[in-house]
């Protein structure tokens, strides 16, 4: 039966010489398996195993609800120089609350969460719980297997990026009216599909402590977080979506982790994961932990956290927060904050080997697994080979269009007119690197608005004109991403407090809105042009970029094949454009696919002829043109 649980494992876990070296080389790729807790069997009797490095230690003990916290009955032995301890405890089942009590050569007492736990306790708690992830049943063999030889350059990738908490919840007070995962995953799917998303990003997945951290200061890398259920829910959501087709994206954040106390920080009264110089270990505007990149064994708690949720959660791609923050020593920092690397530069050479390392690894491994880099400067290759000294990643996220994009769009469009070029920048450069077009939470947060309260006008002309800027994203180079509420005009800005203001689909404007995206979602995944060449210019030709008077854009999206190109005509004022004459570059008949005027859209109606027919007629470097009324605030796409 789909989603169920099996039959669990029934082996003996054991740490051997070999772990403690591999892990020590930084390339134990499974240590996840031997750190943690494990349910194992030793001489025939059932029990758990524990395992945890805290190399600075003076003694180890697990405590926990199976030994009533005792501090002295359940000592670990230290296995070698490595600095890992490990001890079986018979007869501890699952759902046992646990930690670690490290004791420092200087009599200090520390109780920590398991840093490979697979389950935590639900906050405010801080303790981890004992699981056993071996035995769901899952049913995507299809999924897994297609996902093999995609390359996704070439497919179509339309992500949805969302928050659980406050994507949708019960009207009930406990847990706040979450959903859990499986009650999310039952809403989620039917939503993703009628939309046609091609995939699913989850933020906070790992475990946090505090709700409006956003899941971005982890204290749990190896569990889901327990706020919407348990490890084989979350495994039962991402089977269901699977299933219907549908890829999900895991929020990663290995730029930096929680101070509080039950963390990763000071682990055994040393900075292991952490460096010890806070000039290099802490973010001064963050309040976090800074990994040490260079440390063997951090890269691989870091690696093998990411191959963990590939093989145990069959997760089909991560996106890489805050690259940049890894990328350069002196970010966010001021003279004094920070040390240059040993040629006197701001390059963290730590950071960019270990992304080297993992892209190579992650990718090499799981062809069809996607990495992306949430990276916002200028850095080269992100998206290059780590064989040319890229870094190795699959998509990096176009913070540069996205900036230029809201900047534009929220001008009166009397101001359009001067800043027409900051909408065509992006193309100057973008086959400098595979992108993603993100109109992401970040966008929507902290005084910033939401996308439709960013645009000018009266309500209406607001609504026209996310119509046309969404028009433009699709039509634009690049693979897309939308947060949550974007679709539909979410008009508060998101809070992680609340769900979203779903009710406003009893508005025209907003089910219009909904119903936009939605053909602009089905029109990017039927027709090839729309995502075959994403970057390079094989795919993409402008028509007329520099009609700034009339703050109009014209392209057209190229098929591979010839057959079944798209032109975009996109009018970013309040003016409609009588005879609107357009080069074009055949003589075709240019047949109206979409018209974001349409009154189902909640536009005002839609004039543009069903079929244009090129005549002739030199224009735009053209031999033949097109002419047509284009209306205010209108985008129309042809296929041709």
């Not at 549908?246 to 000071?266: C, K, N, Q, S, Y």
């Not at 357009?582 to 004039?607: A, H």
Request: net charge negative; glycine share 8%.
């Amino acid at each position: 039966m789909e989603g169920t649980t099996g039959k669990k494992t029934e082996t003996e876990v054991f740490i051997s010489e070999a772990d403690q070296y591999l892990f020590a080389q930084g390339t134990h790729y499974d240590i996840y398996k031997k750190l943690g807790a494990h349910p194992s069997v030793q001489d025939g009797e059932e029990g758990m195993f524990f395992g945890v490095w805290a190399p600075n230690a003076a003694s180890v003990h697990v405590i926990g609800t199976f030994n009533g916290w005792s501090e002295s009955a359940n000592p670990m032995e230290r296995l070698g120089p490595g600095g890992i301890y490990a001890v079986f405890i018979p007869g501890v089942g699952v759902h046992e609350l646990y930690k670690f009590m490290i004791t420092t050569p200087y009599g200090e007492r520390l109780y920590k969460a398991d840093p490979f736990a697979n389950s935590a306790e639900l906050r405010p708690g801080t303790a981890s719980r004992t699981v056993d992830i071996s035995g769901f049943k899952w049913s995507d063999d299809v999924w897994m297997k297609e996902r093999e030889s995609k390359d996704y350059n070439h497919e179509p990738v339309a992500i949805y990026e969302c928050h659980i908490g406050s994507w949708m919840r019960h009207p009930r007070p406990e847990e706040k009216g979450y959903y859990n995962y499986r009650e999310f995953a039952d809403r989620i799917v039917e939503y993703l599909k009628d939309m046609k998303y091609t995939h699913v990003e989850l933020m906070g997945i790992a475990e946090h402590p505090f709700d409006g951290s956003w899941g971005y200061q982890v204290t749990g890398y190896y569990a889901p977080t327990s706020r919407y259920g348990e490890p084989e829910d979350f495994m039962y959501l991402i089977n269901k979506l699977h299933k219907n087709k549908i890829g999900v994206i895991l929020d990663w954040v290995p730029a930096h982790f929680a101070t509080d106390a039950h963390g990763l920080g000071r682990f055994d009264g040393q900075c292991i994961f952490e460096d010890p110089d806070p000039r290099k270990g802490e973010h001064p505007d963050w309040g976090t932990k800074i990994f040490n990149y260079g440390k063997t064994e951090v890269k691989n708690f870091l690696i093998a956290n990411v191959l963990f949720w590939i093989k145990e959660f069959h997760i089909d791609g991560i996106r890489v927060d805050a690259v940049a923050s890894m990328l350069y020593l002196d970010y966010g920092k001021k003279d004094g904050q920070w040390v240059a690397n040993k040629y006197g530069g701001n390059k963290n050479l730590e950071a960019i080997e270990f992304f080297k390392h993992l892209n190579s690894v992650v990718r090499g491994t799981y062809p069809g697994f996607l990495t992306i880099a949430e990276e916002s400067t200028a850095w080269p290759k992100v998206t290059g080979e780590v064989e040319d000294d890229g870094l190795g990643f699959s998509f990096k996220w176009n913070m540069g269009w996205m900036h230029d994009f809201c900047e534009y769009m929220k001008l009166d469009p009397y101001f359009r007119k001067d800043n027409h070029y900051a909408m065509t920048f992006a193309m100057s450069y973008n086959d400098s690197e595979n992108y993603i077009l993100p109109l992401s939470h970040d966008e929507v947060v902290h005084l910033k608005c939401s996308m439709v309260n960013k645009m000018p006008g009266y309500t209406v002309d607001k609504y026209a004109n996310l119509r046309c800027g969404y028009t433009y994203m699709f039509g634009h180079a690049g693979k897309k991403l939308l947060f949550m509420g974007q679709d539909f005009g979410q008009e508060r800005e998101w809070s992680e407090e609340r769900e979203l203001d779903w009710f406003l689909l009893g508005e025209d404007l907003n089910k219009g809105l909904l119903e936009y995206v939605k053909e602009l979602l089905s029109i990017y995944r039927k027709y090839p042009c729309m995502y075959e060449f994403d970057n390079c210019w094989d795919g993409f030709e402008w028509l007329n970029c520099d009609d700034k008077d009339r703050s109009t854009y014209s392209f057209y999206r190229k098929a591979s094949n010839g057959r079944n190109n798209l032109l975009f005509v996109i009018n970013m004022t309040p003016i409609a454009w009588e005879d609107y004459k357009l080069g074009v570059p055949k003589k075709k008949k240019y047949k109206l696919l979409l018209c974001s005027g349409e009154e189902r859209f909640g536009g005002n109606g839609c004039t543009i002829p069903k079929e244009v027919a090129a005549v002739k007629d030199y224009c735009d470097y053209k031999d033949y043109s097109i002419t047509f009324d284009l209306p205010a605030y209108a985008a129309a796409i042809f296929v041709f």
